[in-house]
Every structure is written in C-alpha cells, then in structure tokens.
C-alpha cells in the first residue's frame, strides 16, 4: 500500500527558511518521479515542482523559481522541498504526490495527507 | 503555460441526479494527458479519472470522464451523498502541470 507521509511543516516568519521532507513506502520509489502541489487556505491546488526517478529533472512554477529547490535521496525514499525567502502567499498546505514511472507520463495516484505552512510575522 | 477553466464554479444538486463539470483548456492538452480529482473538506485530493476518460483504482463506475484537445467533461451519473465535494481538472502533458480552479457539487 503507498504511504506518503510529509513533515516539517511549522509557523515561520518571512523571510526565513523551511525544508519540507516526503517519506514514501510500499511502493518502488526510485521508480516514480515526485511532486509538491500546495493549497492556499480556501483556495485550489497549485503545482509547486516535480523532480524526476532518478533527480537528474527538476521542475518547477513560475511562482517559486529560484526560491525553491526539490530533492530526492532514493536510499532514504524521501523528497524534500527546499523553502527560502518566505512570503506570507507561501502559506499553505503541502502535499507530496506520485507522478511519471519510467517512460510513462502519470497523473498523481498518490498523495500524502499534507503538511502546513504558516508563514506570519 | 496551459490554463484550465472550470464551470460551473458551484453545482447544486439532490443525491440521485446526475452531475456534469466542464473544464476547458487555453490550449490542446497533449495526449489526453487529462486528470479529475476529487476533494473532501480536510482531505488529500484523490485521482478518479486519468487519460481523460480511464478510472482511477478503485472508483465507482459512476464516474466518467470525455473529451479531447480543450474540451473535457467529469459525468458523475447518480450522485451518491459521499459525491459531494470540490473537483479539480488537471493537464500533465505539459510543463507546468496545470490544475483548473475546482466545481463545488453541493447539496441542493
């Protein structure tokens, strides 16, 4: 059964930095490519990035190049978000999800139940 | 970047109706490459239909999905009372994925 289980999620000021990390199981995570998608208080979904099987692709949006940066560690089958410089539109719930198999172009089967970021002065 | 409208924004219907959403994309999405999701209050979304028109895992055959280029429909058949909730459309040919701006299906 695949679990995505995400954590570091916390009140933070602006301007400061959080990593985010996506533990993953029951599945063959080396194999799948991974992504963050986030949802502002109310609001829809917002893909973040998406980093390849093997992270040699990283993908990411407009609203958050050169701010975030996602990683992979396949021997710990876990994904981080890297977060700095954050603003108060920043806050929001963080989802991790499943994405593309090897040459196999997937939706997100799979997503964990979120974490939340709260950035606040 | 591919932007996907949603209509309607709010759908008010009785349970045992049947459901149509629309999501219409600003450019001809990629292979079909065409997802819906289902959110509950407080929940993960959740795939129900992929390549425009395949159901995801486990989900009722209730649910359907059609359509081609920029034009895409979720058909829910007969509304069951755990049916009610947001549904989001997304495009993942194309870099960035790109989702729509979520139907509210809500009790009438």
């Known amino acids: 059964q695949v679990q995505l289980l995400e954590s570091g999620g916390s009140v933070v000021q602006p301007g400061r930095s959080l990593r985010l990390s996506c533990a993953a199981s029951?599945?063959?995570?080396?194999?799948?490519?991974m992504h963050w998608v986030r949802q502002a208080p109310g609001k829809g979904l917002e893909w973040v990035a998406g980093?390849?099987?093997?992270?040699?692709?990283?993908l990411y949006a407009d609203s958050v190049k050169g701010q975030i940066t996602i990683s992979r560690d396949n021997s710990k089958n876990t994904m981080y978000l890297q977060m700095n410089s954050l603003r108060v539109e920043d806050s929001a719930v963080y989802y991790c999800?499943?994405?593309?198999?090897?040459?196999?172009?997937?939706?997100?089967?799979?997503w964990g139940q979120g974490t939340l970021v709260t950035v606040s002065s | 970047e591919i932007v996907l409208t949603q209509s309607p924004g709010t759908l008010s219907l009785s349970a045992g109706e049947r459901a149509t959403l629309s999501c219409r994309a600003s450019?001809?999405?990629?292979?079909?490459?065409f997802a819906w999701y289902q959110q509950k209050p407080g929940q993960a979304p959740r795939l129900l239909i992929y390549?425009?028109?395949s159901g995801a895992t486990g989900v009722p055959d209730r649910f359907s999905g059609s359509g081609s280029g920029t034009d895409f429909t979720l058909t829910i058949s007969r509304l069951e009372p755990e049916d009610f909730a947001i549904y989001f459309c997304?495009?993942?040919?194309?870099?960035?994925?790109?989702f729509g701006q979520g139907t509210k299906v809500e009790i009438k």
């Open positions: 997304q495009q993942y040919g194309s870099s960035p994925r790109t």
């Open positions: 450019q001809s999405v990629s292979s079909n490459y």
């Open positions: 980093i390849s099987h093997d992270g040699n692709t990283k």
């Open positions: 390549g425009a028109s």
């Open positions: 029951g599945f063959t995570f080396s194999s799948y490519g």
């Open positions: 999800a499943t994405g593309n198999t090897v040459g196999t172009q997937r939706p997100h089967d799979s």
